[in-house]
């Protein structure tokens, strides 16, 4: 099966794009060194928000950069001098019982290397040090034309940043026996019956970088504006200020969506967008120096195989499968396959339009934003936000057996003077605890995080950055009357706004959310 899988994929990819590339190569990466929340480009030293499925150099981590990644003493890609991190958000399943079920990953990832997409300008490799992330994790609307125009109609905000971004990414409805869709072609996650009904080899989900290069910088606050999109994508002129042409580079995974053919629920991507207008990609060098650029000089070769690169040392199937990353300590239990209580992290489904704002409910709009009058261009404000959650007690701090939840506020103003400063009372949380039998000693453990929002110049969040949990103060309890925790939510600052839910805590624990309105926000699983 996965063979069929495997040789029906490479036929897909051969025809997938015959009008846009010339010279490339298809670097395969067989293994997937890990799947787990960790995404050190947007949160360094730092478990991430959502689960990311990770391909490349074994020494990725929470900090990997680009030297450690270059240590690394292996790789789940085929070319051994290429340590690079490859990472994209992982596909999940959400079952109608909340269980969020990871779509099975179908032969690794593809990335593919365009080394002549503009025959006038020199193909530069990527600079050490280089890192980039392509697409936008809170995007949830398509503005734009559906299905695109010809490439040759292109023309005023078709061409703008914006729309190109979003152009970038693709979802390709799989089945080997019709004719292959284009690449890029549907912007969009077909909904499940589309699925169901079309695509029985799965969903191949594509992204395209930015391969236009500012020439100086080797990342940016936003790991975006660094870098630009040629005018048609994949190929054309690059923008003003972004001359220094890059390798072209884009992804490809396939999802086995049709593996739950006829079963009820939905497909959501970890960062809890069922839409795909939020899909994305993040990229870190770890190519050894100067092989890149001996790669992009000297491979031509219009045919894609890596096998026709001599300059390239390639490693077997295997081998590329034998390569995994250290899990954290922090996530080393958390079960990202099969998480019950929604997706890993809480992350919110947020269906759109409204552009979605990371770790917080779906009915919240970003408009903590319009607070901020005025942003100079090159501070990174940080709006205030917070928010208490439980993290794994047993995970974090040892053993206790009963994990409780508490609402905390901080302030978590730091940089802007424009920013807008919370409510920054630190309550004592309040646990109750409802009737039943036996008597029990609980631990509770009041953990407490910031959860920082970064909003660019118009205002629009575009990140968050989430801190490490850490303890603020911990409680004995013991009760004669129950075991069973109902909720530990404190209210007097809170309106009511959603019914008391039962849950049991044993292996995963709640978030709440709180910002500066005042409303509180559930989270399931952690
Ligand atoms: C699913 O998508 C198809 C094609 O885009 C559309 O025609 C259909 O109405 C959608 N079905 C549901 C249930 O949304
Ligand atoms: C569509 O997304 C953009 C962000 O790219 C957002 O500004 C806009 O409000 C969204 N449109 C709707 C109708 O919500």
Known sequence: MQ?????????????????????????????????????????????????????????????????????????S????????????????????DGTAEMVPQVGGMLAYYFNDKSPNDKVHAFPDGFRMLAGDPFQRNFTWPVPDPPKSEWSGAQVSQEALRQKAVGFNCLNYGTTAEGTLDRHFMPNKTYLDEHCTDGIRLELMFPQCWDGKNLDSDDHKSHVAYPSLVMEGDCPS??????????????????????????????NGDPTG?????????????????????????????????????????????QCTFDMPTAIKTEDVLDFVGGLPGGMEIQWGPAYALMSMGSDSEPTTTSAIPSIPSLTIPSLSLSLGISADAGNLLGNAAVMATAESVTTAS??????????????????????????????IVYLQRKIEVLVDTQGVPYTTITGTPSPVSTAMTTTTETSTVTSYVKRDTVPEEQPEEQEEFVGHARRHLHHHHGRLHRKHGF
């Open 3 to 75: 063979d069929i899988y495997r040789m029906a994929f490479f036929l897909a990819a051969l025809t997938s794009f015959p009008s846009v590339a010339d010279a490339f190569w298809r670097l395969p990466c067989r293994g997937r060194s890990g799947v787990a929340r960790l995404d050190p480009i947007v949160d360094p030293g730092e478990i991430s928000s959502h689960v990311h499925a990770i391909h490349g150099g074994g020494n990725f981590g929470m900090s990997a950069n680009f030297e450690s990644l270059l240590e690394s003493d292996c790789t």
């Open 77 to 96: 890609c085929g070319v051994m001098q290429d340590k690079s991190a490859y990472w994209t958000p992982a596909l999940y399943f959400m079952h109608n």
């Open 241 to 270: 200020g972004y001359e220094k042409r890059l390798v072209g580079l884009m992804y490809e995974t396939i999802w086995n969506t049709y593996a739950f053919k006829d079963e009820d629920g939905y497909f959501a991507l970890a």
């Open 277 to 321: 207008y939020g899909y994305h990609g993040d990229f870190m060098t770890g190519w050894e120096s100067g092989v890149l650029q001996e790669a992009i000089d000297s491979c031509t070769n219009p045919d894609g195989n890596v096998q026709d690169c001599a300059v390239f040392d390639l490693q077997t199937q295997t081998k590329q499968q």
């Open 414 to 443: 730091s940089s802007s003077s424009s920013s807008t400063s919370t409510s920054t009372s630190t309550p004592t949380p309040t646990p109750t605890t409802s009737v039943s039998i036996d008597p029990i000693t609980e631990e």
